[in-house]
C-alpha cells in the first residue's frame, strides 16, 4: 500500500506548473482532505476547454465561481451565461464562516474574502447592459433554428439573406425582415424569381406567420440595434483584474431556444472577431456555459459539426469554453473529446440510467491506483470533484479526488439595489441603452415600393409604346451589365462570400457598423 506522502508527491508532481496556474483545491484520499497536496491548472491550458458535471446541489456553480475568481485576479475576463442567476454575489466580498475556515484549513490553503469587478448583461428588458443583434448578423443558418423552421423554409431564409446581402440592405430587426418577406411576396416578386428562382407563397406565409410568433413571445426585443461589440467582454479595471461579465438568462428560461441560439451566435462573432493567437500563456476570455445540454437539444447534425469545429478552432484565439451541465453524457462525444479539464461533482445512482452513465463517466477517467472511480463519483460530498486535466506540455494530469476551495466573494445572490447600483456605475448600460433606428430594409423597400407604384401609374397612361421601351431598356442594362460585371462581380464576392462576411454558422462579421 502507498502511504500518503507518495500520494502527496504523486499529486504535487502532477500538478506542478512552470508558469502561473490556478488553485482549486487540495486532494482528497480515502475520504479525507490532505493538506498540501494541491490541485494547480496551468494557465497556458485553460484554452483546452473543459467540463464541469455532477448531480444537482453538488457545487458546480460554486466551483465555477471559484474558477472565475482566480481567472479575473489573473486579469483574464469571463463571460458567464448564468441560466438560474445565482452567479451574481462574485461582486461583493463572502464572509469568513467557520464551514468555510474548516475546509481551507483541511487543505492548508489561507483564506480570504474578496470581490470582482461585474457587468450584468441582459437579453431582455431586465435591468442591465442590453445584448442586441441585428437579424443580419444572426445570419439564415441561426435566425431558421429560432423560428424552428423545416429545411424548406429554411431554404428560402437563406434566400432572403442573400437577396438582401446582394442589395446591400440591412436587417435590423423582426420589422425589416418581415417587410422583405413582403416584398418578395408582392411587388418584388419577379425580380426575385428572376435572380434567385421562384418562391412559394405558402412557405413564407408559413415563415411570416412563425415570425408573428416570436415577436408574441418577446423574442423581437433583442433584435436591433446597437448590436454588442465583443471587444466590451474583454475589460480589465483599474486594479488589474478582469471583468467577470454575467449574461443573466432568469426571465427567458422558458425559451431555451431563444437563449440557446442566441449564444451560439455569440460564440460565432467571438470566434470571427477575436485575432489568431497561436501559443501563449494566459487566454484572453473564459467562458463558462450553464445548463449546456440546451445548446446540444434537438440541434441539427450540420449544427453540432459546426459547433464541433468552433470549438476547436476557437482554442487558437485564445478562449476557454467550459460546459457546465448535470451529465457529462449531455455533451456530444465529439465535444467531449476535446475538452481538457474535466470537473466531475458527485453523481446520483436512483436509476438503472443512472448507473449505466456513472459507468461510461468513470470510463472516460484515466485509471488510478489511489481511487475506485465508480465508488469516488457516488460518494463525493458537497464541493468536492473528480479532476484531471492537461498539464503544460499538454499531458493529462493524474485524476485527483478534490477538495474545492470556498468563494472568497458571496456565496448568495445580489439584492435588487445591489443590481441597481452596479448598473449605475457600469459605462456599458449607457452605451447599449440607447435605441437606434436607421435606414435599414424596411425604408429601403417602402422607397423602392414607391418608385414601383408611381412607375406603375406613369406605364398605365403609355401603355402602347411601353412594350418596346421595355425591349430598348432591356438590351441596354444587359449592354451594362455586361461592361461592368468583372467589378461588380468582385465586390458581389466580397460582399457574399461565405469566408469573408458570412462565417460560422451564417453569422455576420459586422460590416453594416460605422
Ligand atoms: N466549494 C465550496 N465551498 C463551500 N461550499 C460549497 C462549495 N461548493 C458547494 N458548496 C455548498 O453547496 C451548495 C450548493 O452548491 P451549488 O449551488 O454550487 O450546486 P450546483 O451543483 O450548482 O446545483 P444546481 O445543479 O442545483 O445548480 C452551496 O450553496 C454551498 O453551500
Ligand atoms: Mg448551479
Redesign the pocket.
Known sequence: MNSTEDFIKHINEGYTSKGESITLGGAILNGEAIADAFVKIPLKTLNRHGLIA??????????IQ?FSEQLSSFGIPVLMMDI?G?FSGIAKEGEEKS??TD?HAKINLPYQVAKFPVELLTLSEQNGVRLRATVSEFGPVLFSRILDLNDTQSGVISIIFKYCDDNKMPLLDLKDIKKVINYITEEGKEEITKSYGKISTSTTGTILRKIIELEQQGGDIFFGEMSFDIEDLMRIDENGKGYVNILRLTDIQDKPKLFSTFMLSMLAEIYQQMPEKGDSEQPELVIFIDEAHLIFNEASKALLEQIETIVKLIRSKGVGIYFVT?NPMDVPSGVLAQLGLKIQ?ALRAFTANDRKSIKQTADNYPTSEYYNTSEVLTSLG??EALVTALNEKGIPTPLVATM????MSR?DILSETEIQEINNKSRLVKKYSELIDRESAYEMLNKKITVIENEAAAEAQKEADEKAEEKAAKTRTTKSNNTTSAVSKSVIKVLTSATFIRGVFGVLTKIFKK
Open positions: 455532477g448531480a444537482t446541489g453538488t457545487g458546480k456553480t460554486k466551483t471559484v438560474k445565482d464551514f468555510i475546509r448535470q461533482h458537497i464541493g474545492l476551495r470556498a468563494p456565496m
